[in-house]
């Protein structure tokens, strides 16, 4: 069992750069697709990024791309979201999840069964 720690959030201001940080215990996080999806109040959780068990190909929400980066430090056993020109609309709690999947669906909560307890990022005007 994969247990996953987000780290990283905090309040910023319009413009500024968080990077957010996924840390597995129990397991090897390479062993893992893995993903990034965020909530903001009285909204569903929608997908952020995510990153494959193996090759590294990595895919991003449409609406994001060009601004998130998601990466692996298999040494650390650590997935991040570098989140660059922060805007109030990324205002949000930050989760990070797990699943041995292969899938075409890395965009689906469903795909995932392990989750961590979330990061809040907050976006300042």
């Known amino acids: 069992q994969v247990q996953l720690v987000e780290s990283g959030g905090g309040l910023v201001q319009a413009g500024d750069s968080l990077r957010l940080s996924c840390t597995a215990s129990g397991r090897t996080l390479s062993s893992y697709g893995t993903g990034w999806f965020r909530q903001a109040p009285g909204k569903e959780r929608e997908f952020v990024a995510a990153i494959i068990r193996s090759g590294g190909s990595t895919y991003y929400a449409d609406s994001l791309k060009g601004r998130f980066t998601i990466s692996r430090d298999n040494a650390k056993n650590t997935v991040y979201l570098q989140m660059n020109s922060l805007k109030p609309e990324d205002t949000a709690v930050y989760y990070c999840?797990?699943?041995?999947?292969?899938?075409?669906?890395?965009?689906?909560?469903?795909?995932?069964?392990?989750w961590g307890q979330g990061t809040q990022v907050t976006v300042s005007s």
């Open positions: 999840a797990a699943t041995m999947a292969y899938s075409d669906n890395y965009h689906q909560t469903w795909l995932y069964n392990h």
